[in-house]
């Protein structure tokens, strides 16, 4: 059954949410509190994602970056590719989370690694959205808000109401459970109805088989179809005038939405569903009321189509130049790395350019390359160094023309991978460690904002990176 993000994705996605106002700020910090190496220890950005697979068509991230914008608040919400929950977990745990929400397949299986999960999640069996205390994973279940308060809006007060919801999965049982809380008189349908069954014996309402929809339908006051096809399910003799239908199928028109319009049936379009559980989200991270305007214009807005290369952004030791040789290799496009651009320009090595001209004059070059070469360039993939998002030009650049890919690896990972003499921000340092858990810390908010899409690379070899990037472009654009 659909995950009610996964129900939106589309052959393209996005809406640049950012404002300048916001991106002004992050630029503004940056110049204080200086460090050796230009920068300050310690972003104050709080880092937020939403994580599937896949993930890259997920829209959360356009809600919430409106919201912070909206209200001045100094956080950014991103995309996490994950593996699996453990992958999830550890990213969470090494990035610094304040929370992240859940998409399929993971709202189970991530279950038995947190450390409380709500009332409502148990019932459920399912976690979209986890707050982190303390260091303690609380894991909560909003889906079921969101179908409560997105019907609410056309229906008002649910109980009593005679409701049916099509399908068995973890959007059909979010939708069951919540109409049974709101004591709706509820029916679970579908075409195994022995699927139906085991929702309709866990919240205790009635279950019947596909067969039974017009029956059914007759004299219902409500229709939630959580099913994953967007072909007939249901006769369009059974729909009516009067009849409230919400699909939570809505990257494309299903012929359930072509049919119910027809009929004069009054629709509650799938995204308030996406758009209303994403509010206790936000109240539950920020203590404040979203600006429920903001986030749907986010959500409705216009999405951008694909942008025409790809840019891996992220701190030394990530693997960028490896696994982007590899995604250059099997995707047909070419493959530049910046620091190689830079070095040949400038006829010198970038630790010779670091020790004989400077960071400043090594940023100076490292801004041509990006204004001049990657937002200029169509079909490539680029390494880029990293700290070429300090700037915020070098971002607007590297985002208005590419896919953006941050390949985080812990500060552990990267010195580890490292050797000696060939990073000069961090060669000068009594402590490799401590001066590369300073740098990532302060570029942590950068890297978010410039980003399409997280993966953890620290875990994984190169080859699995590259496959995962490419499964989400597939994914998401549809190759």
Not at 173 to 193: E, G, Q
Not at 310 to 324: N, P, Q, R, W, Y
Request: hydrophobic letters at 40%; aromatic letters at 6%.
């Amino acid at each position: 059954m659909p995950d009610i993000e996964h129900s939106i994705r589309s052959t393209n996605y996005g809406v640049e949410c950012c404002s300048q106002t916001a991106r002004s700020k992050a630029s503004a910090v940056a110049s204080n509190r200086s460090v050796a190496s230009g920068e300050r220890e310690q972003s104050d950005t709080m880092l937020l994602a939403s994580a599937g697979k896949p993930i890259l068509h997920s829209r959360s991230p356009e809600i919430f970056n409106a919201a912070f914008s909206h209200l001045g608040l100094d956080a950014r919400y991103v995309r996490l590719a994950a593996s699996d929950a453990n992958d999830l977990v550890q990213a969470a745990r090494e990035m610094g989370l304040r929370a992240f929400n859940i998409t399929s397949p993971f709202k189970e299986s991530i279950i038995p690694l947190l450390d409380s999960v709500d009332e409502h999640a148990r019932k459920i069996g399912a976690v979209n959205t986890v707050i982190v205390e303390n260091g303690e994973m609380l894991g909560h279940n909003t889906d079921y808000i969101g179908v409560q308060d997105a019907l609410a809006k056309d229906v008002g007060n649910l109980k009593g109401k005679k409701a049916v919801v099509l399908g068995a999965g973890g959007a059909a049982r979010a939708a069951a459970y919540a109409l049974v809380s709101a004591k709706a008189r509820t029916t679970v349908a579908n075409r195994t109805p022995e699927k139906a069954r085991e929702i309709a014996d866990s919240f205790g309402c009635a279950w019947a088989g596909l067969d039974d929809i017009g029956e059914l339908l007759n004299d219902a006051d409500i229709l939630v179809s959580c099913l994953p096809i967007a072909e007939p399910v249901v006769p369009a003799s059974s729909l009516r005038k009067g009849l409230i239908v919400m699909d939570a199928h809505y990257g494309t028109q299903t012929a359930l939405q072509k049919d119910a319009k027809k009929k004069g049936c009054k629709m509650v379009d799938g995204r308030e569903w996406l758009l209303y559980q994403a509010v206790p989200r936000f109240e539950y991270i920020t203590g404040k009321a979203p600006p429920l305007d903001e986030m749907r214009k986010a959500l409705y807005a216009k999405s951008r189509p694909q942008k025409p290369n790809i840019a891996l952004i992220g701190f030394m030791g990530a693997g960028k130049s490896t696994v982007g040789k590899m995604l250059a290799h099997e995707l047909g496009m070419e493959f530049l790395d910046t620091d190689s651009l830079i070095e040949s320009r400038a006829g010198a090595s970038v630790q010779e350019i670091f020790k004989k001209r400077g960071v400043s004059e090594f940023r100076k070059l490292e801004k041509d390359i990006a204004i001049g070469e990657i937002s200029q360039s169509e079909n490539k993939v680029f390494s880029c160094g990293g700290g070429i998002i300090i700037d915020e030009e070098n971002r607007k650049a590297i985002e208005g023309s590419s896919i953006v890919v941050w390949l985080w690896v812990s500060p552990e990972v990267a010195v580890q991978r490292i050797g000696e003499g060939t990073r000069p921000l961090l060669d000068g340092a009594e402590d490799r460690l401590d001066a590369a858990k300073k740098l990532i810390a302060w570029r942590l908010g950068l890297y978010a904002q410039a980003s399409d899409l997280v993966i953890n690379a620290g875990n994984k070899p190169p080859q699995e990176v590259a496959e995962r990037i490419i499964y989400e472009i597939n994914q998401t654009f549809g190759h």
